[in-house]
Structure formats: C-alpha cells, structure tokens
T-cell receptor, first 113, second 110 residues
Framework: KAGVTQTPRYLIKTRGQQVTLSCSPISGHRSVSWYQQTPGQGLQFLFEYFSETQRNKGNFPGRFSGRQFSNSRSEMNVSTLELGDSALYLC????????????FGPGTRLTVT | QKEVEQNSGPLSVPEGAIASLNCTYSDRGSQSFFWYRQYSGKSPELIMSIYSNGDKEDGRFTAQLNKASQYVSLLIRDSQPSDSATYLC??????????FGAGTILRVKS
C-alpha cells in the first residue's frame, strides 16, 4: 500500500506571498492532520480534517488554513508569508479520528526569503 | 498547555546494548501514546504505539506505559548503528491531535 504523499517537496517563497501544500493520505485513511516542524519549536499541530470537516485546530494564526476533499486529499494554505513560516510541513494520515496511529508523509520544506 | 517532556540527549550507547528512552506527560487523561523515529532530514516514522498500562513488545522494541506515574518509555534491545536517530514521544490530546516532546537524540557507537 502506498504511503502518504506530499507535494511539492521543496518550495521557496518570498515574504508576503501565499503558498498551497498538498497531501494525499494512505488509501482508506479518512483523517489528515498537518504539523509544522521547526528547530526551535519542534513539531506543532496545525489542524486535523476528517470527512471534509476540520475537527481540531492548533494555536496558529488565521493565515494558516486548510481543507479536505471528498477523496480525503487535503491542502493547507499559508497566506501573507512571514520569515518565521520557514519550516518542514508534515501531514499525517490515520484511518479514523480519535487517537489512532498516524503515519507521516515526507514533508514539504518551505523556505521564506 | 499540555506538555510532553523528553531528555534531549544525546544518549550514547555501544552497539549491542539496550537503549532506554523516557518521556513524561502532563495530561492525566491521555489515552494514546506513540514513539516515532526521525532520521536527520527525514520525516517521523511510527515505531510503536501503546494504549494500556504495561509493556508492549515488537521485535527489538519494547514500549512501557505507566499512567499512574505519567511516563512512557521505549527500550531498544541489541542497539545497532542504524538506530541512531531522534526519537520523538507523542501523546494524543484530542481527536488526532498529537503533542510531541522535543525528542531524544540516540547515538549507537560501533
């Protein structure tokens, strides 16, 4: 079974621009969660989508948003990029919501200049 | 703010030894606990999950959970140089939200 895929793998953007990242979960998985990983803050939860509904949201500003499609694929968007948004963005998929095992994709490395 | 604490290390062990990694968490109501391994430049890889008190073994890995003391540990038997990585402890908070510790760097020396 194919794993979680994320596109693009690397991205360089300029401050003030916006960016959209994509995540395709493992086949049959309906929950997709997004995380940001930085050297200073570690891994932090952004939000979770399950059956096209946002189920949970972390402590990030409204510039960070996401959505999930009927095929469980998910996108996250960051508007008005700031230098501090440079990070590895990871998505993780799970069969259901509620504390089950989550499997991470390879991540998208975003650099904001 | 719910917290997960890990010793950042590095923890250095000789090849063939047992590596012991520890994690404490603040939310007494947590029910699901996970260990992830992350190699430099890669994404986290799930290696163990544990949901009830006691030990859970999978190959060379054993996860131990003590909810009364609010700690989770991971033992790696017969440690190999390929086990050298950062080990992340994660605790489920709500839904599928995971709260991660900062990770423990493990170095296995041949």
């Amino acid at each position: 079974k194919a794993g979680v895929t994320q596109t693009p793998r690397y991205l360089i953007k300029t401050r003030g621009q916006q960016v959209t990242l994509s995540c395709s979960p493992i086949s049959g998985h309906r929950s997709v969660s997004w995380y940001q990983q930085t050297p200073g803050q570690g891994l932090q939860f952004l939000f979770e989508y399950f059956s096209e509904t946002q189920r949970n949201k972390g402590n990030f500003p409204g510039r960070f948003s996401g959505r999930q499609f009927s095929n469980s694929r998910s996108e996250m968007n960051v508007s008005t990029l700031e230098l501090g948004d440079s990070a590895l963005y990871l998505c993780a998929s799970s069969t259901e919501t509620g504390g089950l095992e989550q499997y991470f994709g390879p991540g998208t490395r975003l650099t904001v200049t | 703010q719910k917290e997960v604490e890990q010793n950042s290390g590095p923890l250095s062990v000789p090849e063939g030894a047992i590596a012991s990694l520890n994690c404490t968490y603040s939310d007494r109501g947590s029910q699901s606990f996970f260990w992830y391994r992350q190699y430099s430049g890669k994404s986290p890889e799930l290696i163990m999950s544990i949901y009830s008190n006691g030990d859970k073994e999978d190959g060379r890995f054993t996860a131990q959970l003590n909810k009364a003391s609010q700690y989770v540990s991971l033992l790696i038997r017969d440690s190999q140089p390929s086990d050298s990585a950062t080990y992340l402890c994660a605790v489920n908070e709500y839904g599928n939200k995971l709260v991660f510790g900062a990770g423990t760097i493990l170095r296995v020396k041949s």
